[in-house]
Nanobody, 114 residues
Framework: QVRLVESGGGLVQAGGSLRLSCTVS???????RGWYRQAPGKQREMVAI???????NYADSVKGRFTISRDNSNNTVYLQMNSLKPEDTAVYYC?????????WGQGTQVTVSS
């Protein structure tokens, strides 16, 4: 069974930083990894994605503040979040895309206080 295990969420003051990690429990070949978030009362939105080759794409709201990276050797993806704002408060979900399936993590809460 494939599981995505996320860690690194928490409570931080505005202007602070957090680093999220997400590891896949099984040895699967992923072509793309991503981070999404969902704030209360809002739809889930893309935050950042990274291909196996290292190409990245970011939501406009996080460009210049967040950095996505991946370690293919241990199937882990990271999200470094700097200069956090209260509007970044949400549950953050990671995913892992193979050629046939898309797996999701259980989510980790990020709360930014003003």
């Amino acid at each position: 069974q494939v599981r995505l295990v996320e860690s690194g969420g928490g409570l931080v003051q505005a202007g602070g930083s957090l680093r999220l990690s997400c590891t896949v429990s099984a040895k699967i070949f992923t072509i793309e990894r991503g981070w999404y978030r969902q704030a209360p009362g809002k739809q889930r939105e893309m935050v950042a994605i990274i291909t196996r080759g290292g190409s990245t794409n970011y939501a406009d709201s996080v460009k210049g503040r967040f950095t996505i990276s991946r370690d293919n050797s241990n199937n882990t993806v990271y999200l470094q979040m700097n200069s956090l704002k209260p509007e970044d408060t949400a549950v953050y979900y990671c995913n892992a895309r193979t050629t046939v399936f898309l797996y999701w993590g259980q989510g980790t809460q990020v709360t930014v206080s003003s």
